[in-house]
């Protein structure tokens, strides 16, 4: 235990000021809430009022949103696998070739869903 004793005190040092900010805060800043406190803050407008069930975004969010996941792991799968190319050999491009093409059918899906095309 003593090679993390050093770990577990600064924990409990983190935790203990944690712990008093907030009961300062709570015991020596004002408590005068009113209704403007609890509204939501849109830049200074006031908050238009939402739907019931929070309405229905665009299907194009959601199609640049998984473009950008797929394409975001593209990159993370490519580094380590350029960086070791020469370790792995012919199974290694084989594989990388075939998940490449994986993430163009995936490209190819969202450009024909128009999630290239911003209006």
Known sequence: MSPYLGIVILLAIASGFVALTILTSVLVGPGRY????????????EPTPQPIGGGRF?????ITAMLFIVFDIEIVFL????????????????EMILFIGTVFIAYFYVLRRGGLDWD
């Open 34 to 45: 009113n209704r403007a406190k609890y509204d939501s803050y849109e830049c200074g407008i």
């Open 79 to 94: 580094y380590p696998w350029a960086v070791a190319f020469d370790l792995m050999g012919t199974f290694a491009l084989v």
């Open 58 to 62: 665009p299907v194009k969010y959601y």
